[in-house]
């Protein structure tokens, strides 16, 4: 990718006041990292792009956002550290499992077409040591089951069965529902659209494929550029038929709101994102024009919510929070922790998954100090983590308001 | 597009004081900003007037700072509202990580470069560096970390000094929050407490570099007071500043709990304004930008750092709502010939001149904006750095920016 | 105390440094006596540009040949203190291109490499050129660090047994009818005093020559052309960029480790000392220098600063640049009846080695030696060493350690191994023989850091926190004529460090 097509580097304006620092979470557990001072705009004074890379350390950023959005002068730390990464990753070769790991869109209906096997499999330690062994993917990690019936199949049969609810397009509503969602973790859309036809939408999918995440987040440019350029196009066919588009997963969403446009210059991106909402960010506004529904059942919960960091980096506050505090008898707090430690593959991979632990361990203190039963998080990332670190169930806010609306 | 009773516009302890303040009052808030303010960089403790002469009462020296400066920030709020505002302040902060003023006057406590400076309200982490005795006070410092030089402080100080090695980290730098995080755990605390122990020649008091720990620092305390047998206090470093941080996260949890709509992570892009009346903000996201309307905005956007204010080669501007700003006539006249002076340089003087009511006016004096209030040290007629008074700017003018607005 | 020797040299400037290696490397003893730190004169106040010549070639061929020809050779003896960039000569619409043609024919006259690029040829290799540039041509130009290679040619003469003393200054001059017996001299930082005795003086100080001479009654005529430079935070362009026209102020950005340095001026001066960068002259420069790169138009930069051309003249000439820049000189054996005083001016740091050359040469003959020189043959020390941006980030990355200056990447270890040698007493010198203080903040942390060091390994002399004031002090006079955008919240952060957080 041509450098010209990317952003205008400003690591010029820092002004090395180290705010980036006081957030970083890698810098925080780890001393491999130097810390986002020294990795974005420090080094990029030192770098040559007809210089071979040396960053050895530059994968350790697993672009959390945190410390762009306390840099004062406007660095775009993380965008620096991506695109040295990149670079360096492009020179230095990338191993298999990292195609693994960003591919699994690829492989993911046969994980559910052969859930029982695979599953089983997956929880094997033999297996799990030799997965290791071969692809350097951590064996103490729980690789995420998959479920024999995708979303997508169950939202054919949920169609089929006459569930239209209002004809015209004015209320219809198309939804981008991630790889993750339609196989390993169906109930999440399931949730969403059952909430969304509660409050008079008519749900369609378009033609959908994984937005890139893990790709970029692994400096792959060309591979997430190509998944855009599918997406888009199918995007612009829903939204110009009068539906705006949803999200369930903040990380699909931040990417295809922000990253599609700015770091990928995938045409007509930007027209996408003006009409794609965060789910609940969708719903609050529905609130705000009183178009909610509001009947809720009881729910007599204590809940934790954990922002994930692509949701503070979508600038929209904490909308899941504001709406289920709506939710009589429900009792929810804002857990006090800033990063999972996740960091998409960043945490499934041995070199780095005791990074990502460690990170993870302020996140658990966190929620051991709130006690709560339940753990919400809009990040399907999150989720894995803190059930990996807590043990306790975790689920997407949109279930809990879809518990409360329908049962 | 959303609606608020009022927008706070930066997320330094100025705009976090006029958030909390509205919210208090019932206000549907948001708060818009991006990165922490000068909390994480310069403010370990409350300064309120540092300047003034040693073992004067914090009142009388306001009483007689206002009657010298009328057009001083101090002098719009009122030393009794000041007085308030300090005390919102510090509800927020209950015991055991509580802020305290000894006497009620200025104190001093030792810095990273081994001098003193006069402060005034000092978390509890800090107390005991307030009265560094010569002979009785060891300085720990830790190999790796470089921001802090024990010996340095000592030898100013004219006391010992000690540099501890940390196990894991040979031949590595470790970052101001790697360390803090450490000191939050135990096991961390009972070795290095227990090795300092040995090596103390009858101190009484033990000062660390101010990363005793982020959310328990009281605990970090005690535990290690209770192995070493000595108190313990935190000295000021280089940014970045715990204790600030401290105080940062305290106002972040705090308002998002109280329902206050904390959108940290980008700044205002443009206002948009009806002749006298602000009716909303801009945040751009790239490529989407957002709108926010409001009945009412408080700008408090801090200086040059946090770009409240920005300066091309020739003048200096207010880049939101592009208000007319007090400054030297040219370039020229902004910095003196030497750095230190007995007179602070003419820029820092410079900011959004208000009316009493902290309200924006013009060289005439007629209000600007009727529905806008100014807070913290984006204001005029100040120069928060020689006078030792920016955080107890940063809080007396946010809250009565709220006062002042939800009045009207 | 007394010191005796053969040849007395005064002036620790590249030229004095390197007479005094020439001589060593002849074997003959010598002493140089400088009153500050190396390279405290212009030789350290340049824009680092490796001469290739390209300058002089149609205004000065003499020049021109002289540079290409020690650019050659310094490439073989100093390539660790030289950046090999390249450099080019932009021709913009409002040039033409006549000069561009007068420049080639006079460049293939004195034998410079030139080759002519396209415009988008060179906009290829320069992404930040102007697009409207109508040609460019390439010469061998480089990047010199004039500290380090200053610095080498110190080790490698005390390597053959000569004798440095800095912080040494000359009170008077021992005469003894027509010849100079010795100097009385003091030692600033010990506060002795002593003499020198040699049969030999040669007065290398360059912009300070007539404050020697005067201590022999003597004086030649001299111009002294102040030129101020300014200092990008980043590093804008990897080769050199010339203005393709007669030489005039803000037309060369010399690409020097991390940043971009913009030149130059040229204001008559009476006096050597106390002077400054004015904001007319920051103006210019950037207002010429964007011509050619329009994104310094909106730069960062990090600090101003000026430098003193010595500049030889046997009669009033009008324009400085006119005055020859080739260097001069003097036997004041002919010229005064002093038998034993040389005084070596003019010229240029590229041009230094030739003029050590000719000088040794005259001591040479003067004292009936005939030692041929070898300066042109011997690679200074450290030719081995590899350099680069590269190589300090790779530093960085493998064996990190503390790393003191995070702007420029300097390891705590560096400078432990500089302070353990225990030579150096002056806090400067510290700052001069790394590469402290040179990016982005200037020193607003680094410096510090420095101090906590010094009291670390128990090497803290005096009051730390008044020589930190003094360091600040100094800092701003660099940084000042350049205090706004991006560089005034700097500011405004170091400030609040020292000032508030400090107290200081």
Redesign the interface.
């Given at each position: 990718m041509k450098k010209e097509t990317w952003p205008q580097n400003n690591f010029d304006v820092c002004i090395r006041c180290a705010t980036c620092m006081a957030v970083c979470p890698v810098s925080r557990v780890t001393p491999k990292f130097p810390g986002p001072k020294q990795a974005g705009p420090g080094a990029e004074r030192f770098r040559r792009p007809d210089e071979p890379s040396v960053d050895e350390w530059i994968d350790l950023c697993f672009g959390c956002h945190l410390c762009d959005m306390v840099c004062s002068s406007g660095v775009n730390i993380s965008e620096l550290n991506l695109i040295a990464k990149a670079k360096y990753l492009d020179e230095k070769g990338r191993p298999f499992r990292d195609w693994l790991l960003t591919h699994s869109y690829l492989y993911g209906r046969l994980g559910s077409f052969f859930s029982p096997l695979i599953n089983r499999l997956l929880r094997n330690s033999q297996i799990k040591w030799l997965v290791e062994t071969l692809f350097r993917i951590d064996r103490r990690r729980e690789l995420p089951g998959y479920e024999s019936s995708t979303f997508r199949q169950w939202f054919k049969e949920h169609h089929s069965k006459g569930n239209k609810k209002v004809v015209s397009t004015r209320n219809r509503v198309a939804y981008f529902y991630g790889c993750y969602t339609n196989t390993n973790e169906v109930d999440v859309g399931k949730a969403t659209v059952e909430v969304l036809e509660a409050n008079g939408f008519e749900v369609i999918l378009p033609p959908q494929r994984c937005c890139g995440i893990p790709m970029l987040g692994n400096g792959d440019f060309k591979g997430a550029r190509k998944m855009g350029l599918y997406n888009v196009p199918s995007f612009l066919n829903a939204i110009r038929s009068g539906s705006d588009i949803v999200f369930s997963s903040t990380s699909c969403g931040y990417m295809i709101k922000h990253e599609y446009s700015r770091l990928l210059s995938i045409p007509k991106a930007e027209e996408v994102s003006g009409h794609l909402h965060d789910l609940f960010e969708f719903l609050r506004n529905l609130k705000e024009s009183n178009g909610f529904n509001t009947n809720f059942k009881e729910l007599p919960r204590k809940v934790g919510y954990f922002a994930p960091c692509h949701l503070r980096a979508l600038g929209i506050g904490l909308p899941a929070l504001e709406i289920l505090r709506l939710i009589p008898g429900l009792k929810i707090d804002n857990i006090e922790a800033d990063c999972c430690g996740m960091g998409g593959t960043f945490g499934f991979k041995k070199e780095k998954y005791e990074i990502s632990q460690e990170i993870g361990k302020d996140l658990a203190e966190a929620i051991d100090r709130l006690k709560p039963e339940i753990i919400l998080s809009d990040c399907e990332g999150c989720r894995m983590q803190i059930r990996h670190l807590t043990g306790l169930k975790v689920l997407h806010p949109i279930q809990i308001l879809r518990d409360a609306l329908t049962r | 597009m959303a609606h608020y009773d009022l927008i706070v516009i930066g997320m330094g302890l100025s705009g976090l004081m006029a958030a909390k303040t509205a919210a208090e009052a019932g206000q549907n808030v948001l708060i818009v900003g991006k990165g922490m303010g000068s909390l994480c960089l310069f403010s370990n403790s409350i300064d309120v007037l540092g300047q003034l002469p040693k073992t004067m009462r914090m009142r009388d020296g306001l009483s007689r700072w206002v009657k010298d400066y009328p057009e001083h920030p101090y002098s719009k709020v009122g030393p009794e509202r000041i007085e308030k505002a300090l005390s919102s302040f510090l509800s927020l902060f209950p015991p055991p990580y509580s802020f305290q003023a000894i006497g009620n006057e200025n104190c001093l406590i030792p810095t990273g470069a081994g001098t003193r400076r006069p402060t005034y309200l000092i978390p509890m982490t800090m107390v005991g560096g307030a009265s560094v005795d010569e002979g009785h006070t060891l300085i720990v410092g830790f190999k790796g970390f470089k921001d802090f030089y024990a010996h340095y402080v000592a030898d100013q100080l004219k006391c010992r000094g000690i540099t501890l090695s940390l196990p894991d980290v040979s031949n590595q730098e470790i970052t101001a929050t790697a360390l803090t995080r450490l000191m939050g755990k135990k096991s961390f605390r009972e070795n290095i407490g227990i090795e300092i122990k040995k090596q103390l020649h009858g101190e009484t008091r033990v000062g660390f570099p101010a990363l005793l720990g982020m959310n328990d620092p009281i605990q970090v305390k005690e535990d290690l007071e209770e192995i070493m047998g000595a108190e313990v206090f935190e000295i000021p470093i280089l940014p970045p500043s715990i204790p600030g941080m401290r105080i940062f996260n305290r106002f972040k949890d705090w308002l998002i709990q109280k329902g206050v709509t904390f959108l940290l992570g980008y700044s205002v892009s443009k206002a948009i304004l009806n002749g006298k009346r602000c009716e909303g903000i801009e945040v751009l996201r790239p490529p989407v930008t957002t709108s926010y309307s409001a009945d009412r905005f408080i700008l408090a956007t801090g200086r040059f750092i946090g770009g409240g204010l920005k300066a091309n080669d020739e003048k200096i501007s207010e880049p939101i709502f592009n208000l007319p700003l007090s400054q030297p006539q040219s370039r020229e006249g902004w910095f003196r010939k030497s750095f230190f002076n007995d007179l602070p340089h003419p820029i820092h003087q410079a900011g959004i001149s208000t009316d009493p009511s902290l309200q924006p006016v013009d060289e005439r004096g007629n209000l600007i904006l009727e529905n806008v209030w100014v807070a913290g040290s984006i204001l005029a007629h100040h120069q928060c750095i020689d006078e030792k008074s920016r955080e107890g700017i940063e809080i007396a003018t946010g809250y009565m920016a709220a006062k002042f607005a939800l009045e009207r | 105390m007394k010191i005796k020797t053969e040849v007395l040299i005064i002036g620790g400037g590249a030229t004095g440094v390197g007479i005094l290696r020439d001589l060593a490397l002849r074997g003959i003893p010598s002493v140089l006596i400088e009153k500050g730190d190396f390279a405290s004169g212009a030789s350290g106040r340049n824009h680092g540009l490796f001469h290739s010549g390209g300058r002089y070639a149609v205004s000065d061929p003499e020049a021109a040949r002289e540079c290409i020809a020690e650019n050659r050779i310094l490439r073989k003896i100093a390539p660790h203190c030289i950046e090999e960039t390249d450099g080019l000569f932009v021709s913009l619409p409002e040039d033409g291109l006549d000069f561009r043609d007068k420049f080639l024919r006079a460049c293939e006259e004195v034998e410079i490499k030139t080759t002519l690029l396209s415009r988008d040829e060179a906009l290829e290799s320069e992404p930040e050129l102007n697009p409207n540039l109508l040609s460019a041509v390439k010469v061998p130009d480089g990047s010199i660090d004039p500290f380090t290679l200053v610095l080498e040619n110190a080790k490698d003469a005390e390597g053959h047994e000569a004798k440095i003393l800095l912080h040494t200054v000359m009170s008077s001059l021992i005469l003894d009818g027509d010849k100079v017996k010795g100097a009385r001299v003091k030692d600033l930082l010990q506060g002795e005093e002593y003499i020198i005795e040699a049969s030999h003086i040669v007065n290398a100080t360059g912009g300070w020559a007539n404050q020697l001479l005067k201590l022999a009654g003597l004086r030649i005529g001299m111009a002294l052309s102040k030129g101020s430079m300014l200092i990008t935070?980043?590093?804008f362009n990897?080769s050199v960029i010339n203005r393709c026209r007669p030489p005039s102020d803000g037309d060369i950005v010399v690409p020097n480790h991390?940043v971009s340095i913009l030149g130059t001026t040229s204001i008559r001066l009476e006096g050597v000392e106390n002077f400054e960068v004015t904001?007319q002259e920051v103006?210019l420069l950037i207002q010429e220098t964007s011509k050619m790169i329009p994104a310094i138009q909106e730069?960062?930069f990090i600090r101003a600063y000026a430098g003193i051309r010595p500049l030889f003249q046997s009669e009033e000439k009008g324009n400085d640049r006119a005055i020859s820049r080739g260097f001069v000189l003097i036997d004041h054996g002919k010229r005064d009846g002093i038998k034993n005083l040389i005084t070596i001016t003019g010229g240029k740091l590229m041009t230094y080695r030739l003029m050590a050359e000719k000088t040794s040469d005259l001591v040479c003959e003067k004292m009936g030696r005939d030692v041929l020189c070898s300066t042109h043959l011997k690679p200074l020390p450290g030719a081995s060493r590899p350099v680069g941006?590269?190589e300090?980030?790779?530093q960085?990355?493998?064996d990190?350690?503390?790393?003191?200056c995070?702007?420029e990447?300097v390891p705590?270890k560096e400078v432990e191994e500089f302070l353990k040698t225990g030579k150096l007493k002056d806090f400067q010198d510290i700052l001069h023989r790394t590469r402290l203080a040179k990016?982005?903040?200037q020193g607003?942390?680094c410096v510090?850091?420095l101090?906590?060091?010094?009291?670390?390994l128990?090497m803290?002399e005096g009051d730390?926190?008044k020589i930190?004031?003094g360091f600040?002090?100094e800092?701003?006079k660099g940084i000042?004529p350049i205090?706004?955008?991006?560089s005034?919240?700097?500011e405004?952060?170091i400030?609040?460090?020292y000032?508030?957080?400090?107290?200081?």
């Open positions: - | - | 935070n980043q590093r990897h991390t904001s103006s730069a960062r941006l590269k300090r980030l790779k960085f990355s493998t990190r350690g503390e790393i003191l995070d702007c990447l705590r990016g982005t903040c607003g942390f510090y850091r101090f906590g060091i010094l009291h670390d128990r803290a730390s926190n930190l004031k600040l002090e800092r701003w000042r205090l706004w955008g991006v005034l919240k700097e405004e952060l400030e609040s460090i000032k508030g957080i400090f107290n200081l």
